[in-house]
């Protein structure tokens, strides 16, 4: 069983402006306590494999960490791949939507929400 951690020990970060919007869908969805933000990979997409964001519970094999006061729940083999990760919220003129600085990328695709390591 895995222990809630803050900030200092968290594998990713957020900005101001993901925090707001994230705050803002979760409360659109009207989730339950045991929700919290999933941060993850899959493979897939046009460099190998795509990030996974999206509000889920908790399962198997989990980390649960409060980043920014946001629970987020994270598969311990996903910290490698999203160590130092810093995800972004942009409502920009030319993009809207989320945007991942992920350092451990070697390469990522156009739309940057598919990468390789």
């Not at 991942?100 to 990468?115: D, I, K, Q």
Request: proline fraction near 2%; include cysteine; aromatic fraction near 10%.
């Amino acid at each position: 069983m895995s222990t809630a951690v803050d900030n200092a020990m968290a594998p990713v970060s957020f900005t101001e402006g993901a925090v707001k919007e994230l705050n803002k869908l979760k409360d659109q969805q009207e989730l339950g306590e045991d929700f919290g933000l999933r941060v993850g990979v899959e493979g897939g997409g046009c460099s190998g494999m795509t990030y996974i964001l999206g509000f889920d519970q908790k399962k198997d094999g989990d980390q649960e960490h409060y980043i920014n006061g946001i629970k987020v729940y994270m598969h311990k083999a996903h910290g490698l791949y999203l160590a130092g990760m810093l995800i972004d919220f942009q409502d920009g003129l030319n993009a809207r939507g989320f945007t991942f600085n992920n350092p451990n990328a070697a390469s990522t695709c156009g739309c940057g929400t598919s990468f390789s390591v």
